[in-house]
């Protein structure tokens, strides 16, 4: 148990967003965030949370990741819960996978909808990343609809994260009958424990 415990590792990230944008969907503006993890092994557990100026978004996960040469994969749960108003439970089986460049991931899940008949969704994306700079293409099916581009650069400077993001969501994302175009800037910190 003692070795075990040695190997584990705890940390926690504090982040700040100029925009939250969650899977191409707008969330807050000026939103700052917090998490713990643990890993072990290729386990993982956490939780990360979120302002989203009506209360909180408080996600929790867990799951397995690891590789097989050039290959990655990755298999978990994810819950996003809401300490106000702004939103409901979203319940999510989580799967990735990766070759070089490359990586995509699905999530299974259903929305509880505020009291009305439950929706069930699944989330795609396919991102290709190459020294810090990405693309990513995604999209909804079933109940839910829409899709978005997410074009970004991410680097670190003296252990603190920065990352500038263009993002292209169609109209079933944001609400109106046009492509919507958003600049997001994010900074982050991460903390050994």
Request: avoid cysteine; hydrophobic fraction near 30%.
């Given at each position: 148990?003692?070795?075990?415990?040695?190997?584990?590792?705890?940390?926690?990230?504090?982040?700040?967003?100029?925009?939250?944008?969650?899977?191409?969907?707008?969330?807050?503006?000026?939103?700052?965030?917090?998490?713990?993890?643990?890993?072990?092994?290729?386990?993982?557990?956490?939780?990360?949370?979120?302002?989203?100026?009506?209360?909180?978004?408080?996600?929790?996960?867990?799951?397995?990741?690891?590789?097989?040469?050039?290959?990655t994969?990755?298999?978990?749960?994810?819950?996003y819960?809401?300490?106000?108003?702004?939103?409901?439970?979203?319940?999510?089986?989580?799967?990735?996978?990766?070759?070089?460049?490359?990586?995509?991931?699905?999530?299974?899940?259903?929305?509880?909808?505020?009291?009305?008949?439950?929706?069930?969704?699944?989330?795609?994306?396919?991102?290709?990343?190459?020294?810090?700079?990405?693309?990513?293409?995604?999209?909804?099916?079933?109940?839910?609809?829409?899709?978005?581009?997410?074009?970004?650069?991410?680097?670190?400077?003296?252990?603190?994260?920065?990352?500038?993001?263009?993002?292209?969501?169609?109209?079933?994302?944001n609400?109106?009958?046009?492509?919507?175009?958003?600049?997001?800037?994010?900074?982050?910190?991460?903390?050994?424990?």
């Amino acid at each position: 148990m003692a070795t075990s415990a040695a190997n584990a590792d705890w940390s926690a990230n504090l982040g700040y967003a100029s925009d939250y944008y969650f899977r191409g969907i707008f969330q807050a503006t000026s939103s700052p965030s917090g998490g713990f993890d643990y890993e072990s092994g290729g386990f993982y557990a956490g939780t990360w949370a979120a302002d989203v100026k009506d209360g909180l978004e408080v996600d929790g996960y867990f799951g397995y990741g690891g590789e097989a040469g050039d290959f990655t994969y990755g298999i978990g749960y994810t819950g996003y819960f809401y300490t106000g108003d702004f939103d409901d439970t979203y319940q999510e089986v989580n799967l990735s996978g990766g070759f070089g460049l490359v990586s995509a991931e699905v999530a299974i899940g259903q929305y509880d909808n505020n009291g009305g008949p439950t929706l069930d969704y699944t989330y795609y994306a396919v991102s290709i990343e190459k020294d810090g700079f990405y693309g990513k293409y995604a999209g909804f099916s079933q109940d839910f609809s829409g899709d978005y581009l997410e074009l970004g650069y991410g680097t670190t400077i003296a252990e603190i994260d920065f990352g500038i993001t263009l993002l292209f969501n169609d109209e079933d994302l944001n609400g109106t009958d046009s492509t919507d175009e958003s600049l997001i800037f994010t900074i982050g910190k991460s903390f050994d424990l």
